[in-house]
Structure formats: C-alpha cells, structure tokens
C-alpha cells in the first residue's frame, strides 16, 4: 500500500474538515444531497435489513442524515480524526473508528450494508479495500458506492461540467476552504480516477456481484453489488 499517499490524503483532510460540509454544498449547488438521497433510495431498492451498516471514509458523517435509520448498529470508518471529531459531533449514537478502508478491524462476515461516498478514489489501494469489503460482509450483503467518474465529453453540458469541475472547482474550494491545494487534489483525482466499467469489473473479481451502475449528471455514478 502506498503509505505516503495516505498520509498525504489524510492531512488534506484533516486540513479541510471545518469547511468541508459548507464547501460541498456550495460547490455542488446542493446537488450532494440529491446525490446521497439517491444513494439511500437504491439502497432500499435491494435491501431491507437492519443488522449491522458500515460507512467506509465516513468524514463528517453525512451519510448518517439520509441512510436507513432502522439500523440496530451505525459504524462509521476513517483515518482522518479531524473530521471524525465533527462526525462524532452530529451523531452521537454512531460508533466511530479510526481507520482505513484496507484494513478493517471487523470480523468476517458481521455487517449487512457498506455505504462508501467520495471514498473510493482516495483510498491508497483499492483492490484491498474491495477484498476487505467481501470479507467484513455478510452473505447477500450490499455495498453501495457512491463516486465522481472522469468526465465523458460528449455534449455542451459535459464539457461545461467538466470546464468548471477541472478548471473553476479549484479556485472556487480554495477560496471557500482557504486550501487551494485540496481542491486541486480533487480535481486532479476525479480526472485520472478510473472508469466506471474497470471499477464494475474489480468489483467482480473481489466476489462481488454489481446489481446496479446508475448515473446522475455530472458523472456521479451510484454502485449497488451484493456479496453472493
Ligand atoms: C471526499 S471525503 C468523503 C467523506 C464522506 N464519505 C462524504 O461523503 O462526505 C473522502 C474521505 O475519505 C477518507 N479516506 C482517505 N483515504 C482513506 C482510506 N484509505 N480508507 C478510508 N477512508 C479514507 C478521507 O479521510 C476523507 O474523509
């Protein structure tokens, strides 16, 4: 695992946290509630199981205001503590660890639902975060990942979507954020991320059946996959 990488993630993280809530919103003109709404919505499409939910690179926790509440365990996972802090903050009933995606302190088989948003495309090495997921999941569990894809550049709408998420994000999160440097991270992560059909792909070959690939405007895709 490339361990200067993750260092490096997590101090850009630590860095943002007290801005990174109001930054979203901003930047993606409230769209990132619509996002993680739509996340939930399909969630419930596949499953309706109570258990155990896991919310891998948790950050401040957004995901707890729009998942399932009917959960008997909230567990929420990430290595950087500033913004677990905010996260333990606004959900106190959540259990919170310190933690990276790769290396789970979870057993086999305990957890019924892994939610991951803006996650995957930090995570220092992805093939053993997905085999990490299949192992800490139950049989028939789901994963729901919710991600921003490289830009296709098709129609007018793309390349102006993508003209501002490469080009004016930066500025734009620097200036909310006070962290240029952040943004241009982001920007530069979402660009030379992978596409959705590799990620469909290493899914599958970590035993994990993908039973939905959906996408909003502008290249967010929501993945839903099952542990057979
Ligand atoms: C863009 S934020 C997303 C936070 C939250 N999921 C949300 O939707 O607001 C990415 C998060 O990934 C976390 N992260 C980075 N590397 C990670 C890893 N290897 N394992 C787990 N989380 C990681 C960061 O600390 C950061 O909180």
Same mark, same amino acid.
């Given at each position: ?32 509630? $619509?996002?993680?709404?739509?996340? $939930? ?13 896991? *919310?891998?690179? $948790? ?9 399932? &509440?009917?959960? *008997? ?24 660890? &310190?933690?990276?995606?790769? &290396? ?7 957890? *019924?639902?892994?939610?991951v948003s803006f996650g995957v495309r930090n995570f220092s090495d992805r093939k053993k975060a997905f085999s990490e997921f299949y192992r800490v999941l139950k049989k028939d569990g789901i ?23 490469? *080009? ?35 899914? &599958?070959?970590?035993?994990?059946? %993908? ?8 290249? %967010? ?8």
């Amino acid at each position: 695992m490339d361990r200067s990488k993750l260092f490096r993630i997590i101090n850009t993280f630590n860095k943002i946290s007290d801005r990174y809530i109001l930054a979203n919103h901003i930047l993606s003109f409230g769209q990132d509630v $619509c996002w993680r709404k739509n996340l $939930c919505q399909l969630v419930e499409k596949y499953t309706n199981r109570k258990g155990v939910i896991l *919310d891998v690179a $948790c950050g401040t926790g957004e995901n707890f205001k729009y998942c399932p &509440e009917n959960f *008997d365990k909230k567990i929420g996972i990430d290595p950087a503590r500033n913004m677990l802090e905010i996260a333990k903050k606004q959900f106190p009933e959540v259990f919170f660890i &310190e933690g990276i995606a790769e &290396e789970i302190p979870l057993k086999n088989s305990s957890v *019924d639902l892994i939610t991951v948003s803006f996650g995957v495309r930090n995570f220092s090495d992805r093939k053993k975060a997905f085999s990490e997921f299949y192992r800490v999941l139950k049989k028939d569990g789901i994963l729901a990942i919710l991600e921003f894809f490289p830009m296709e550049n098709g129609t007018l709408l793309n390349k102006i979507a993508a003209k501002y998420i490469y *080009d004016f994000l930066p500025y734009l999160g620097g200036i909310i954020t006070g962290n240029f440097k952040a943004y241009k991270y982001l920007s530069k992560s979402i660009k030379n991320f992978i596409l959705p059909e590799v990620m469909k792909l290493e899914l &599958e070959k970590n035993g994990l059946t %993908v039973l939905e690939n959906s996408k909003t405007f502008p290249d %967010v895709y929501t993945f839903i996959a099952k542990k057979s």
